[in-house]
């Protein structure tokens, strides 16, 4: 089992920047760099969509058109941490934003493990 605990989410105008964070963790010897991670949003009365994924070494990464070149993602596996950068920030950004890992490659679907999510709210 792994469990994920995202942070970093908040109130931003549009145009600002906001970083989260989600944190892995689970039995001893959990090897956080045998998950790609994702990032995923959801909207109320919508569907969880995909944001961005990395592979297990930060190697590959994958955007959903609508933030590339605004989000960043990135990976720190020596603290179990994944990472979204997210930049020049829209009222339609705004949503609960999840973090999610998988054993293997990355992809856009197939999560296993899910975080609570963290509310990230862009007024205009």
Do not use: H
């Not at 989000?71 to 950004?93: C, G, H, W």
């Amino acid at each position: 089992q792994v469990q994920l605990v995202e942070s970093g989410g908040g109130l931003v105008q549009a145009g600002g920047s906001l970083r989260l964070s989600c944190v892995a963790s689970g039995a001893s010897g959990l090897i956080f760099r045998s998950y790609a991670m994702g990032w995923f949003r959801q909207e109320p009365g919508k569907e969880r969509e995909f944001v961005s994924a990395i592979s297990w070494n930060g190697g590959t990464t994958d955007y959903a058109d609508s933030v590339k070149g605004r989000f960043t993602i990135s990976r720190d596996n020596a603290k179990n941490t994944v990472y979204l950068q997210m930049s020049s920030l829209k009222p339609e950004d705004t949503a609960v934003y999840y973090c999610a890992a998988r054993i293997g490659i990355i992809t856009r679907t197939s999560y296993a493990y899910w975080g609570q999510g963290t509310q990230v709210t862009v007024s205009s």
